[in-house]
């Protein structure tokens, strides 16, 4: 998700949860080609299974890009087939790319051909007026038959026209439905589902049809969802307690601060959810959104917070 799960958010949520798969927010084609490669596309080996995210329609710049992407270990190259925002389309990929899936055919083909991990796809159920169902049929198949595998659907259109990205992530009603018919169709595809996936519950329902469940928002808003997804599914044992991360939290940021000079604010900015619904953490959460924004502020400030929260907790005691 842009903006929230870079490599500072993967971290975070790799020490919450060992299993599940993690993806870097969408990295454009010509970011990559032109860009710091380090800071765009640098990731922990504890990381892993990390996927790149690739946002991109020209065939040989996604060549490019996927390569570089598998050189540096990432373990699969996604192709982003869902973002709708106006910049987006402008150059002509993310959502827009659903009408075209000739062209994202040659360009999955071309990456699968040129790279030794998965090339992946994440889309929508459809886009603007067409009628959902045969268009998405008719995109799953076209990219299967040119060598894609794994779809990533969010489960509701997107509108281009008329409606910003976040309300493109509420407003058009999600249609799980659709994702159910592509796997009865094509149940050699690995078909996951996204879109407000909030609960091991509803996982457990779509697992019953589906390959797998893809959390976004609730990931970055909660994430101690992702603990007890770990605990369900993969049965995980001497999983870390929320203090152990934090701790690992801020020898992280000493690391980060001497590796690469990164302020301690960018770490931080994706913690303030870890102890949503517990008492302490509006303690937590105040601390984080002034402390780590002081002048000389360094990883200390993410254990003051944490003493702020234990403070209140042992208050209410
Ligand atoms: C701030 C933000 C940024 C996002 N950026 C991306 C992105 O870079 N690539 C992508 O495939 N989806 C992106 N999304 C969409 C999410 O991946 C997901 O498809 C959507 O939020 C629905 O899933 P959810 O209900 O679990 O959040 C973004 C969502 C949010 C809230």
């Given at each position: 998700m842009m903006d929230w799960t870079d490599r500072h958010c993967r971290y975070f949520h790799r020490l919450i949860s060992p299993s599940l798969r993690l993806y870097t927010e969408m990295v454009t084609t010509g970011a990559i080609l032109h860009g710091d490669r380090d800071r765009l596309l640098g990731f922990d080996p504890?990381?892993?299974p990390v996927a790149l995210q690739l946002g991109g329609c020209d065939p040989a710049d996604l060549v490019e890009s996927a390569q570089i992407g598998a050189d540096l270990g990432y373990d699969e190259i996604n192709l982003n087939c869902g973002c709708p925002s106006e910049r987006v389309q402008k150059g002509s990929f993310g959502a827009c790319l659903m009408a075209e899936p000739d062209l994202v055919a040659r360009g999955i083909k071309a990456m699968a051909d040129a790279v030794s991990v998965p090339v992946t796809v994440k889309c929508r159920i459809?886009?603007?007026?067409?009628?959902?169902g045969p268009f998405l049929d008719r995109f799953v198949k076209t990219l299967s038959d040119a060598g894609c595998q794994t779809f990533i659907i969010h489960a509701r259109k997107a509108?281009?026209?008329?409606?910003?990205p976040k309300e493109n992530r509420t407003v058009p009603p999600i249609r799980y439905e659709l994702v159910r018919e592509i796997k009865a169709s094509y149940p050699h595809l690995t078909v996951i589902v996204n879109g407000e996936v909030k609960s091991c519950d509803a996982i457990r329902d779509h697992l019953e049809t589906l390959d797998g469940a893809m959390i976004g928002r609730e990931a970055y808003q909660n994430p101690w969802f992702l603990r007890e997804v770990e605990e369900t599914f993969f049965n995980t044992k001497n999983l870390l307690s929320e203090i152990e991360v934090v701790h690992h939290m801020a020898d992280y940021a000493t690391r980060m601060a001497h590796d690469h000079g990164t302020p301690v604010k960018s770490i931080t900015r994706h913690m303030?959810?870890?102890?949503?619904?517990?008492?302490g953490a509006r303690a937590w959460r105040q601390a984080l959104s002034t402390l780590p924004h002081q002048?000389?502020?360094?990883?200390?400030v993410i254990l003051q917070a944490l003493d702020a929260f234990e403070g209140k907790l042992a208050a209410a005691a």
């Open positions: 504890a990381e892993h459809g886009i603007d007026d067409v009628d959902d509108i281009l026209k008329g409606l910003s303030t959810g870890l102890f949503a619904g517990q008492k002048d000389g502020a360094d990883a200390g």
